[in-house]
């Protein structure tokens, strides 16, 4: 094989708990700040951070939940239990989404937070292919290079638009990334469900492909840098050369996300065709979907599925979006 293996329905009340906490009695959440992801040159662009849990969340999660809503309640001005009375506790705060920035209020009925989509109330998944936070061991976070592998360390997942989208990673450390946020990897039929959208198509935005619809025509990274590779050389796609940071540098090579916004369906997800192979729930390894240089050789679409890499293997063309369980 040649380069790399190659509506809005109803949204969840349980963004809000995490916020608020022993306020309304409920696990589960979402809290978003503003924090800056930093590229291999320096340059640097807004991010906004997402949290979420849900019931039955670890107790790691629980006292990160439990930090959260110690800095929200700090910044609104309200007491956290055990903490001297401020004259301003939870008996003035008002209703419960006037806590939360508009963005994160929860819509009336939900069963998915805001920042993700609801396939038919049956699961959530992120619209946008994930980032990374580093969490320190302070507890701080700071943005991870999309460019860079992980060594060790701790980093969780956020889906946003228009930024860069974490490449380099394994399916193993994807899914820790998801489940340090709250979430999970995709199953493979779940991830294939959103992708074709409510119509069941190949492409997501109907059955016969649409030429820079979405990111699938991109150049070849690998050309660009080392040159084309003499036929038999397995030692071209060493991994060590597949890794390069500069390779998703190359211009035309990976998009930010949405920036394709035709690459959609009626679900309201974006770039399942094309930019990042996506990898999902499966021991064995599998990623779908294709990347910016092929959704086709293993498949139309959203159709397209790799089972020729351990979960451990990484490149340049890999790269992740979480899932999560509606809200109970």
Not at 165 to 188: D, F, M, N, V, W
Not at 233 to 239: G, K, R, T
Not at 278 to 295: I, K, M, N, R
Request: glycine share 12%.
């Amino acid at each position: 094989m040649q380069g790399p293996p190659i509506e809005f329905s109803k949204r969840s009340v349980a963004v809000a708990a995490c916020l608020v906490g022993s306020l309304v009695g409920m696990a589960g959440g979402c809290a978003k700040g503003v924090a800056t992801l930093e590229g291999e040159r320096g340059t640097s662009a807004p991010l906004v951070e997402a949290s979420l849990s849900r019931t039955g969340a670890s107790s790691m999660k629980a006292q990160r939940h439990s930090d959260i809503r110690a800095r929200v309640l700090g910044r609104i001005g309200a007491t956290a239990p055990g903490a001297p009375e401020s004259g301003r506790g939870p008996a003035s705060l008002g209703a419960l989404d006037q806590l939360l920035p508009e963005e994160d209020r929860p819509v009336a009925g939900g069963l998915c937070s805001p920042d993700m989509a609801s396939i038919d109330d049956r699961f959530c998944i992120d619209r946008y292919e994930e980032s990374l936070m580093e969490v320190l061991p302070n507890g701080e976070e700071r943005g991870f290079s999309p460019y860079s592998t992980l060594n060790g360390e701790m980093v969780r997942a956020v889906s946003l638009p228009h930024v860069v989208p974490q490449a380099y990673i394994s399916g193993t450390e994807a899914g820790a990334a998801c489940a340090r946020s709250g979430k999970r990897l995709c199953k493979p039929a779940e991830w294939q469900t959103a992708c074709m959208g409510p119509k069941k198509t190949t492409f997501g935005y109907g059955n016969a492909r649409e030429s820079r619809r979405c990111n699938d025509h991109g150049r070849s990274a690998m050309g660009s840098i080392y040159g084309f590779a003499p036929p038999g050389d397995h030692a071209f796609w060493s991994m060590d050369r597949m890794n390069n940071p500069l390779l998703n540098q190359v211009q035309g090579t990976l998009a930010k996300t949405g920036d394709h916004d035709a690459c959609t369906n009626d679900y309201g997800v974006y770039d399942m065709v094309g930019n990042l192979h996506e990898w999902v729930a499966d021991p064995s390894g599998t990623f779908q979907g294709g990347y910016y240089l092929d959704t086709q050789q293993n498949g139309d679409g959203c159709t397209y599925k790799t089972k020729a890499h351990e979960i451990w293997y990484h490149d340049y063309s890999t790269g992740f979006r979480c899932c999560a369980d509606v809200a109970p």
